[in-house]
């Protein structure tokens, strides 16, 4: 059974379609490659990197989606954390403004990212 994984990594079938992160060489393997030929193997990079940058991809989302919810609410991450549930939220003025707020009045200009493209900046004399 060493010898099998040895040779051709995870796979319980052996590499016989070469698609997915099970069919990868195990690291010590993908080691060797690397201290022998001097670089990995393109598809096996390919591989990894796929399943590792779609996860990173899931945490992203999940992050935006968790900060549109309390944006929304019109919390801030510390307030919505330390609040107990039932706590009517006085800076709550309905999502469009919540929004209005953080994004400011132009849409367009959050793509655009300028300087005081968005926010008007006062000095403090």
Do not use: C
């Not at 796979?11 to 099970?22: D, F, H, P, Q, V």
């Not at 945490?59 to 900060?67: D, E, I, K, Q, S």
């Not at 209005?100 to 849409?107: D, T, Y």
Request: glycine share 8%.
């Amino acid at each position: 059974m060493k010898e099998r994984i040895a040779l051709y990594g995870w796979s319980i079938r052996g590499a016989e379609n070469g698609t997915g992160l099970l069919d990868l060489p195990l690291p010590w393997i993908m080691w060797n490659d690397y201290r022998n030929n001097g670089l990995i193997d393109t598809d096996v990079v390919l591989r990894a990197v796929f399943p590792l940058l779609f996860s990173v991809g899931l945490v992203m989302y999940w992050f935006l989606g968790y900060h549109m919810r309390i944006i929304l609410a019109g919390f801030t991450t510390l307030e919505h954390m330390s609040r107990p549930p039932e706590t009517i939220n006085p800076f709550d003025h309905g999502a469009r403004e919540n929004l209005r707020q953080i994004i400011g009045k132009s849409w367009m200009k959050l793509l655009i990212p300028l300087p005081h493209s968005h926010m008007e900046y006062r000095s403090v004399t």
